[in-house]
């Protein structure tokens, strides 16, 4: 597409900062760089230039960069300038930029928007380009960058075409049904096939709860009674006094989280109420939420005070405990740290380190990411449960008009077609750039 106006904004990090990083796109990109850093380089050639003013006084000293279109990130002639990372020197050079005639300030996520427009990303890419931005540990950058280097578009691509091709060969059934060189029977072939895609698609979407688990972190929960240590152990693990502690029960009411990057993977430690019969009004709405937090949990973590043990039942808990011992430097009997999987001490550190590498390994045992590829948006759960629905009443509508169960394969081929912006994505738009930010 070809845009009458041109956009700029900063592209790199918070300032101030060592350089900073300030992107054109638009026709007006070449126009821009003959007017404030002449001479004018070479095409993908970084050259040092002296930016000027309006009066011809020096703005900065730049490294200039000429990308022209369609060979750019967005399709679109693109210009950047690499400048001193000052607050005042940006700003200068914004302004400077934007007084000149067709180029605006970019809005949230617009030079996105114009690669995705201009066909150098699909709708998957832009979205796994926003998750590679916001990226917080290692794992997350590695799903990320797969995913923007359209591993997931193939893949539904390829079963998109592989529909259309199904829809083509009903299609010519009904149409040519006395022509010598189309199949009699599209039975034996079409069907086998959806099929198969319907097995694929959905061994695909059972895959969406370990990719919420590397997006979103893997959700460990502290419960144990009042005075078992919890809020002492959310403080050893976020290395900072993130709760208070006391010895008075009930001082935790409400749930507090932190977030760690153990070996790469995001992990959610929640510290919770202490559980109890007897506690007051506002204290029982905390175990409430205590009690909902774990139930939704990838792991809980059920605290016992070795020297004053106060066992709290977790038998209503879907998913896996493991039992710890707190206190540990307060008690050597060897007998009573039997039933615990780990015994730790929140003063001195002792089994903090071992209880760190547990979760990281049942962490990692929950996600096991290799080369699969796994839907990573709520959108394309959708969307390919959609499309699923759809490929059920083709295969099932044995009795049904061919017409119309070609029909719901062209539905089914629509969905997938949603997901990576081929079709009817318009009202998608606002909503997906809107996430990104500025520069991007």
Not at 103 to 116: D, L, Q
Request: charged share 25%; hydrophobic share 45%.
């Amino acid at each position: 597409m070809i845009f009458a106006d041109s956009i700029v904004a900063l592209s790199s990090g918070r300032l101030p900062a060592g350089v900073a990083v300030v992107r054109i796109s638009g026709p007006h990109s070449r126009f821009v760089i003959e007017t404030i850093a002449e001479p004018f380089p070479a095409e993908r050639t970084a050259a040092y230039r002296k930016l000027v003013g309006m009066h011809g006084e020096v703005l900065d000293r730049a490294l200039v960069i000429f990308f022209a279109g369609p060979n750019s990130f967005t399709g679109e002639d693109v210009a950047e300038f690499q400048v001193h990372g000052g607050p005042a020197v940006v700003s200068a050079v914004l302004k400077r930029i934007t007084s000149l005639p067709g180029v605006r300030h970019a809005e949230p996520g617009e030079f996105t928007r114009r690669a995705f427009l201009n066909a150098k990303v699909d709708l998957a890419q832009t979205e796994a380009l926003a998750d590679l931005v916001n990226a917080e540990t290692e794992t997350q950058r590695r799903f990320a960058l797969g995913n923007a280097d359209g591993i997931q578009g193939a893949l539904y691509s390829s079963w998109r075409m592989r529909l259309i091709q199904a829809r083509a060969m009903i299609e010519a059934d009904i149409d040519f049904t006395d022509e010598e060189d189309v199949p009699g029977s599209v039975a034996s072939s079409v069907w086998p096939e959806v099929s198969g895609l319907i097995g694929e698609i959905s061994r695909h979407l059972d895959g969406f709860s370990t990719a919420e688990i590397i997006q979103d972190g893997f959700e460990v929960v502290i419960l144990g009674a009042p005075n078992a240590g919890k809020s002492s152990l959310f403080n050893a693990l976020a290395q900072r006094e993130a709760a208070i502690v006391s010895d008075e029960p009930g001082t935790t009411r409400d749930l507090l989280e932190v977030v760690l990057d153990v070996d790469g993977l995001k992990i959610r430690i929640t510290d919770t109420a202490g559980l109890r019969e007897d506690a007051g009004k506002v204290e029982t709405i905390g175990i409430e939420r205590a009690r909902a937090k774990s139930r939704r949990a990838d792991l809980v973590l059920a605290l016992e005070d070795l020297v004053d043990p106060h066992p709290v039942d977790t038998s209503w808990v879907p998913g896996p405990v493991m039992r710890i011992g707190t206190k540990s430097d307060l008690d050597n009997d060897p007998v009573r740290k039997r039933p615990y999987d780990l015994c730790i001490s929140n003063l001195n550190g002792d089994g903090l380190t071992d209880l760190l590498n547990a979760i990281g390994r049942r962490a990692r045992e929950r996600i096991a990411v290799g080369s699969e590829v796994l839907p990573s948006k709520l959108r394309h759960v959708e969307l390919l449960e959609r499309a699923v629905r759809h490929l059920r009443s083709a295969e099932g509508g044995d009795s049904a008009a061919l017409e119309l169960r070609a029909e719901e394969l062209r539905l089914a081929a629509d969905q997938l077609g949603r997901i990576v912006g081929t079709v009817d994505v318009e009202d998608l738009l606002d909503v997906i750039f809107s996430s990104f930010c500025i520069g991007k």
